[in-house]
Structure formats: structure tokens, C-alpha cells
């Protein structure tokens, strides 16, 4: 009978326990994750990660830490998130930057659309040209006048070679026909210092960066990158109204992770990333720092890096651009 018992009872409690290992397995995550800010802490990248990574943990029930591993325009983090251990435990906080990165370094030891792979678009901004109030230049129209005019003393400044600022400059230098000087700095905030000072002209920048400047009427507005006006200018005009349509370049802030995740992992990530964006406080947060919010999925996200990257390419080409 114990015999009878023991073969009927084992095949069961086997079931039960297979059963249980893979609801147990399922239960992803089971620990604290981390995002990975390849840029020092309260720039853009690292105020937009933090908004979203404290709305992520609530979906996920698991704390979700972010840490500042700065260096190499964004390289260092990124390359360590590509090595880390694809199990979606450890994420990084992209921006166009490292689409920009493909072309501009020669000799990177990871690929953005091979050894990662994103999860959400969490935000764009666009880039905003303002210059020196000195600057006798209202419009587009204006500065490229005084451009065209002044091509030997007009410099304009960026946060570093390669960076958005320097290839949007680079590419209105271009349309305006002009040659003005580019003046690379480490980091924006520096950049906007000798702006202000007026050591140098002018300079595009991210508008959340710069916007507090133009309201406090220490920089003046010249245009917006893109198709529209934005909503924390409402009276600067978008580049598609000028006559340099063609600059429509954004800045973009996505999380990735390591590119041989689970898939399972990446769809849970990427629909904890979706809902958080929409939250009313991280809408509200984003859209407040001159943000615009997005949170549209892996499926979306990843073909636009690939689509950034190859576009983001043809700037640097263009502008000649070479760190390594």
C-alpha cells in the first residue's frame, strides 16, 4: 500500500515543485536594479533618470538605484552596461549622445545597436539657439546676416566636440554659408558661462539647460529645433519657420540594456518604463524642466536608435568631426 502510495504521491509532488521553480523563475525582478547615468549627477540625463527610476520602482516592487558613472561622453557607463550581466538587473540611461559616439569614436569597445538593446524612449528635448544679448540678432534671419558679415570674429560655442550642440552649429554654419569658429568646452555649463560673459557668440543648447538663462533674459532666443514651437517658449519660433528648415536635430533620453536579456525581462522593463512616463507627476515633472515626455516601448525604441545612429552619422561626416 506505502508503495502504491509513494509511486502516485512522487509523479505529483514533482509537478508541484517543477510548477513552483517556474512561477519562482517567472518572478522577475527578485532584487534591486540599477540605472546606470553615464554623466555627472543633476545634468538633464541624470534629473530625467531619477524622475523615472522612482516611479519604475512602484511598478516593479523592487527598488530601483541610480548611479553616476561619468567619463568619455557617456562611453565609460555605457561600455560597462554592455559588459554587465544580461539579466536586466543593471540598465543605462542613453542619450543621442552615444548615437553620436558611433561615428565620432573610432575605436569604442561596445556597439550601441549590437551589444544593447533599448527599452523606452523616456524623453526628447530640443535644441534651442540663443546667443549674447550683444548680438545685434533677433531672428534667424538677423543672425545669419550678422554671420555672413562677421565670419572671422563669430565663434560659437558647444559642450564638447561630437556633442548635439556642436554638430547643430556645425550644420547652421553650413546652411547660413558661413565659417564661424567652434569653440569646444568640457560641458555645457562652462559653454554657457562664456556665453553669457560674452567670450563667445552664440551657441545651440538643450532647452531645458539654457531655459532658465533666456527667462531670466541672460541669453536671447533665436529658434527651436524641430517642427513646432514649444510650450515653455511659446514666442520663439521652430526652425520650419525659418528659411533652415533642415535643423530639426532633439535630443533623446532612453534606458537599454545589456542586448542578450531575456526577452521576457525586456518586455516587463519596457512596459514598467511606459507606465511610469505617463504618471501625471513624471509628466508633469518632465514637461517642467522643458522636457518632452515619451515612454514608447521597446518595440518602437529600438528601431528609432537604429535610425538615429545612421542619421546622427551623416552629421558627424559632415562636420569632420574625430575624437580618437
Known amino acids: 500500500m506505502r508503495t502504491s502510495l509513494h509511486r502516485l504521491l512522487c509523479p505529483l ?10 512561477l519562482a523563475h517567472a518572478e522577475f525582478p527578485d532584487r534591486p536594479l540599477r540605472i546606470i547615468v553615464p554623466f555627472a549627477a543633476g545634468g538633464a540625463t541624470d534629473v530625467i533618470a531619477r524622475t523615472v ?11 530601483v538605484v541610480v ?18 550581466a544580461p539579466d536586466g538587473y543593471t540598465m543605462l540611461m542613453a542619450t543621442s549622445s552615444h548615437a553620436i559616439n558611433t561615428t565620432l569614436y573610432r575605436n569604442l569597445d561596445y556597439s550601441l545597436t ?29 543672425l545669419a546676416a550678422h554671420v555672413k558679415a562677421n565670419n572671422d570674429r563669430t565663434t560659437y560655442a558647444s559642450g564638447g566636440t561630437g556633442t548635439a550642440a556642436h554638430l547643430a552649429g556645425a550644420q547652421f554654419n553650413s546652411l547660413v554659408g558661413a565659417q564661424m569658429t567652434h569653440v569646444p568646452y568640457k560641458g555645457g555649463a562652462q559653454a554657457m558661462n562664456d556665453l553669457i560673459g560674452g567670450q563667445v557668440q552664440l ?22 529645433t524641430g517642427d513646432q514651437r514649444h510650450a515653455a517658449l511659446p514666442d520663439v519660433p521652430a526652425f520650419s519657420e525659418t528659411a533652415f528648415k533642415a535643423l530639426d536635430a532633439r535630443s533623446w533620453f532612453g534606458l537599454f540594456v545589456p542586448a542578450a536579456t531575456p526577452p521576457e525581462h525586456v518586455a516587463r522593463l519596457s512596459d514598467a518604463i511606459v507606465k511610469s512616463v505617463k504618471e501625471p507627476a513624471v509628466q508633469a515633472k518632465l ?15 529600438q528601431p528609432y536608435v537604429a535610425q538615429e545612429t545612421e542619421r546622427w552619422r551623416a552629421l558627424v561626416q559632415a562636420s569632420g568631426a574625430s575624437v580618437d
Open 53 to 63: 527610476a522612482q516611479e519604475m520602482a512602484g511598478k516593479l516592487g523592487q527598488p
Open 287 to 301: 514637461k517642467e524642466m522643458g522636457a518632452d515626455p515619451i515612454g514608447d516601448g521597446y518595440q518602437a525604441f
Open 67 to 84: 548611479e553616476n558613472k561619468a567619463g568619455a561622453n557617456g562611453n565609460i557607463g555605457a561600455s560597462m552596461v554592455a559588459r554587465a
Open 114 to 142: 549590437k551589444d544593447l538593446a533599448g527599452l523606452s524612449n523616456l524623453a526628447s528635448v530640443p535644441l534651442l539657439l540663443v546667443v549674447n544679448p550683444k548680438v545685434p540678432a533677433k531672428t534667424a534671419k538677423d
Open 13 to 22: 509532488l514533482a509537478a508541484v515543485l517543477a510548477t513552483a521553480g517556474g
Open 203 to 224: 551657441m545651440f543648447a538643450n532647452l531645458p539647460e539654457v531655459l532658465s538663462q533666456v527667462q531670466g533674459g541672460r541669453l536671447t532666443p533665436i529658434a527651436v
